[in-house]
């Protein structure tokens, strides 16, 4: 709202110098000229904007009449010197001359016309161009502290907003490490409670039933001896079902695909990952084709990176193992495997006769004892080697 104010403040100024003179055509002319040449500095951007300007102080020098007006044009003349600087105190060259020029213009145009006017018009002429100039500065220094204010905010809300992204991802690291931690502690308490109190209540078992067998011919102890062998056998599955628990638990699908995935250097090897709660068997499986697929890819391809992506679907997980190995390359596979395959024994003959190798044969039986699709190809349209791999859900295999 400043600007407008202040341009209808210099237009009143300058209307007050038509009381010193006898209005003429070149008066009209003049105000016509200065609100034009104001308004096409307010509507056109670069050096367009200082067209109108320089115009009007070529007509004022050549008609004074019609520099009663200037004043409006003097407040935009040094606008526009002023908008050539940048935010930090430079100047942009040329605009920075052209803004130089319109103003000496507006000097030379308003010195010429002082003297051509009556004494009352050119002081009325003279004060209003002085009050301009101080306006003009005056919005000048405020649209620059606007501008300041804001840039100095964007920046504030950026580095807001960058350090929310920062404590956002810390927060997340630190999830997942303390995840991770408490399934490498509960495998470490499976491992513990197996290797030691499953022992030895399998050893007490095993004690019991010795000493069933030994005393026999005394019913009087057998009987005494059958619900603590009954009761320690119940403690061991006990023990067994809580260790499987524990371990299961314990075993996190992505963790185990990233361990495998860091083995395979120099291969590069990218994971996508979107799957919740895969059953311990299913992630088996993924796991142990995964291994596969990526052993095969170094073995036998050429390949200088792979592509590991698990999705689970409403119906099915879905696991799929890329890479970037050349056709020819994977060709040789099939025959490598299988003539290694030939002279393994009888397992292998079903392996070779079809001319693929053991590991494929190896991954497809674990996918289908799951009731799951398996497919190992080449990819035409892109080169490359793709292991596909889809298990449906329990409540799917059910139905």
Same mark, same amino acid.
């Given at each position: 709202?400043?600007?407008?104010?202040?341009?209808?403040?210099?237009?009143?100024?300058?209307?007050?110098?038509?009381?010193?003179?006898?209005?003429?055509?070149?008066? /009209?002319?003049?105000?016509?000229?200065?609100?034009?040449?104001?308004?096409?500095?307010?509507?056109?951007?670069?050096?367009?904007?200082?067209?109108?300007?320089?115009?009007?102080?070529?007509?004022?020098? &050549?008609?004074?009449?019609?520099?009663?007006?200037?004043?409006?044009? !003097?407040?935009?003349?040094?606008?526009?010197?002023?908008?050539?600087?940048? %935010?930090?105190?430079?100047?942009?060259?040329?605009?920075?001359?052209?803004?130089?020029? /319109?103003? !000496?213009?507006?000097? /030379?145009?308003?010195?010429?016309?002082?003297?051509?006017?009556?004494?009352?018009?050119?002081?009325?002429?003279?004060?209003?161009?002085?009050?301009?100039?101080?306006?003009?500065?005056?919005?000048?220094?405020?649209?620059? *502290?606007?501008?300041?204010?804001?840039?100095?905010?964007?920046?504030?809300?950026?580095?807001?907003?960058?350090?929310?992204?920062?404590? *956002?991802?810390?927060?997340?690291?630190?999830?997942?490490?303390?995840?991770?931690?408490?399934?490498?502690?509960?495998?470490?308490?499976?491992?513990?409670?197996?290797?030691?109190?499953?022992?030895?209540?399998?050893? +007490?078992?095993?004690?019991?039933?010795?000493?069933?067998?030994?005393?026999?011919?005394? #019913?009087?102890?057998?009987?005494?001896?059958? #619900?603590?062998?009954?009761?320690? @056998?119940?403690?061991?599955?006990?023990?067994?079902?809580?260790?499987?628990?524990?371990?299961?638990?314990?075993?996190?699908?992505?963790?185990?695909?990233?361990?495998?995935?860091?083995?395979?250097?120099? =291969?590069?090897?990218?994971?996508?990952?979107?799957?919740?709660?895969?059953?311990? #068997?299913?992630?088996?499986?993924?796991?142990?084709?995964? *291994?596969?697929?990526?052993?095969?890819?170094?073995?036998?391809?050429?390949?200088?990176?792979? %592509?590991?992506?698990?999705?689970?679907?409403?119906?099915?997980?879905?696991?799929? &193992?890329?890479?970037?190995? @050349?056709?020819?390359?994977?060709?040789?596979?099939?025959?490598?495997? +299988?003539?290694?395959?030939?002279? !393994?024994?009888?397992?292998? &003959?079903?392996?070779? @006769?079809?001319?693929?190798?053991?590991? =494929?044969? @190896?991954?497809?039986?674990?996918?289908?004892?799951?009731?799951?699709?398996?497919?190992?190809?080449?990819?035409?349209?892109?080169?490359?080697?793709?292991?596909? /791999?889809?298990?449906?859900?329990?409540?799917?295999?059910?139905?």
């Amino acid at each position: 709202m400043e600007r407008p104010l202040d341009k209808i403040i210099v237009c009143l100024g300058s209307l007050v110098a038509l009381a010193f003179v006898d209005v003429s055509t070149y008066e /009209v002319v003049g105000l016509l000229a200065s609100i034009i040449a104001a308004a096409l500095f307010e509507l056109t951007t670069g050096r367009h904007r200082r067209v109108g300007l320089a115009a009007f102080c070529v007509l004022a020098v &050549v008609r004074p009449r019609t520099a009663l007006f200037l004043p409006l044009v !003097v407040y935009d003349c040094l606008r526009t010197h002023d908008a050539s600087r940048s %935010h930090d105190g430079t100047h942009d060259a040329p605009h920075d001359r052209d803004g130089a020029l /319109v103003c !000496v213009l507006a000097a /030379v145009a308003l010195i010429a016309a002082l003297p051509r006017l009556p004494l009352g018009a050119a002081a009325v002429l003279a004060c209003v161009s002085a009050t301009a100039a101080m306006l003009s500065r005056r919005t000048t220094h405020v649209l620059e *502290r606007e501008k300041e204010q804001t840039s100095a905010r964007d920046t504030l809300r950026e580095h807001s907003l960058a350090l929310e992204a920062k404590n *956002r991802d810390l927060r997340d690291r630190q999830d997942y490490e303390v995840h991770v931690a408490t399934l490498t502690e509960r495998g470490r308490i499976a491992r513990e409670i197996h290797d030691n109190v499953g022992h030895l209540l399998t050893r +007490a078992v095993l004690q019991t039933e010795a000493l069933r067998v030994a005393h026999a011919e005394d #019913p009087a102890l057998a009987r005494e001896l059958e #619900p603590l062998a009954a009761t320690l @056998s119940e403690a061991l599955s006990s023990v067994r079902t809580s260790v499987h628990a524990l371990h299961d638990d314990a075993f996190d699908l992505e963790e185990q695909l990233r361990a495998c995935a860091a083995r395979c250097a120099p =291969l590069d090897v990218q994971l996508d990952y979107a799957a919740d709660d895969v059953p311990t #068997p299913v992630a088996l499986c993924f796991i142990a084709v995964t *291994r596969e697929a990526l052993a095969n890819t170094l073995r036998h391809s050429n390949a200088t990176a792979a %592509h590991v992506r698990v999705v689970e679907y409403p119906a099915l997980y879905q696991l799929t &193992v890329t890479d970037n190995g @050349s056709t020819r390359a994977r060709c040789d596979e099939a025959s490598s495997d +299988a003539n290694e395959a030939e002279g !393994v024994g009888a397992r292998s &003959v079903g392996a070779a @006769s079809d001319g693929r190798g053991m590991g =494929l044969h @190896s991954m497809e039986e674990r996918v289908t004892a799951l009731g799951g699709t398996f497919r190992a190809e080449h990819v035409a349209e892109r080169g490359g080697w793709r292991v596909f /791999v889809a298990l449906p859900k329990e409540e799917e295999r059910a139905a």
